[in-house]
């Protein structure tokens, strides 16, 4: 039972790596340090990818899939901030809706499976 715990422990620590190194993007946004804040853009997704990747058999895949497209206009809006081309970060606003879209269908669809026989 031990060793259970303890791998159970091991994934959540990892899966919850993106948080932090998202926490890091977004805090070099805020203190706009530009060249940072763009290099933690792709260890950021890469993990969040990583974690999508690992998930798709099981049903977390679509909240997975949702934080890798809102780390994605995160970062598209962060840039556009950066290199003082505010007028475009308005289609940060496409990924966010698809990452919507992904945590509807994570909890929408359960609703639509048969119950099996």
């Not at 715990?5 to 190194?21: E, M, P, Q, Y």
């Not at 995160?74 to 950066?82: G, I, L, P, Q, S």
């Not at 990452?99 to 669809?109: D, E, K, Q, S, T």
């Amino acid at each position: 039972m031990v060793e259970q715990t303890s791998a159970l422990t091991h994934t959540s620590r990892f899966d919850n790596v993106h948080v932090l190194l998202w926490l890091i993007k977004d805090t070099c946004w805020m203190l706009e340090w530009k060249v940072l804040g763009c290099l933690m853009i792709a260890p950021t997704l890469a993990v969040a990818i990583y974690l999508a990747v690992r998930s798709s058999a099981e049903p977390v895949f679509w909240i997975n899939l949702a934080i890798c497209f809102w780390i994605s206009a995160n970062a598209y809006w962060m840039v556009c901030e950066f290199v003082d081309h505010v007028e475009i970060k308005n289609y940060a606003g496409f990924p966010f809706a698809i990452g919507f879209i992904c945590v509807a269908i994570f909890y929408l669809r359960p609703v639509f499976r048969p119950e099996p026989a």
